[in-house]
Nanobody
Framework: QVHLVESGGGLVQAGGSLRLSCAAS????????MEWYRQAPGKQRELVAT???????NYADFVKGRFTISRDNAKNTVYLQMNSLEPEDTAVYYC?????????????WGQGTRVTVSS
């Protein structure tokens, strides 16, 4: 199983920036898509951004132009650069990865890192 360790959350004022990181443990598995989700208090978890193993990216409309997802395959790490943060971005952010071995696909979640944006 791939173990994920997230970091980079914290408290920031509106308009500020944060960079989240998620490092996957070394494993014999092939890591495919890497994603960031978030869950605000009282709301369902929602997909924020995805980056494929080839580096293609996709974003939720509510973060387009403000957030950038990237990955370093050599380090098995995915990043989320968050700029122009708004109070509505306050949530726990979760890293999620898909990986495969012997033709089977699995997924794994990080423990979450809290982001609080003050107005």
């Amino acid at each position: 199983q791939v173990h994920l360790v997230e970091s980079g959350g914290g408290l920031v004022q509106a308009g500020g920036s944060l960079r989240l990181s998620c490092a996957a443990s070394e494993s014999p598995f092939s890591i495919n898509d890497m994603e960031w989700y978030r869950q605000a208090p009282g709301k369902q978890r929602e997909l924020v951004a995805t980056v494929t193993s080839a580096g293609n990216t996709n974003y939720a409309d509510f973060v387009k132009g403000r957030f950038t997802i990237s990955r370093d395959n050599a380090k098995n790490t995915v990043y989320l650069q968050m700029n122009s943060l708004e109070p509505e971005d306050t949530a726990v952010y979760y890293c999620h990865v898909w990986y495969s071995k012997n033709g089977w696909q699995y997924d794994s979640w990080g423990q979450g890192t809290r982001v609080t944006v003050s107005s």
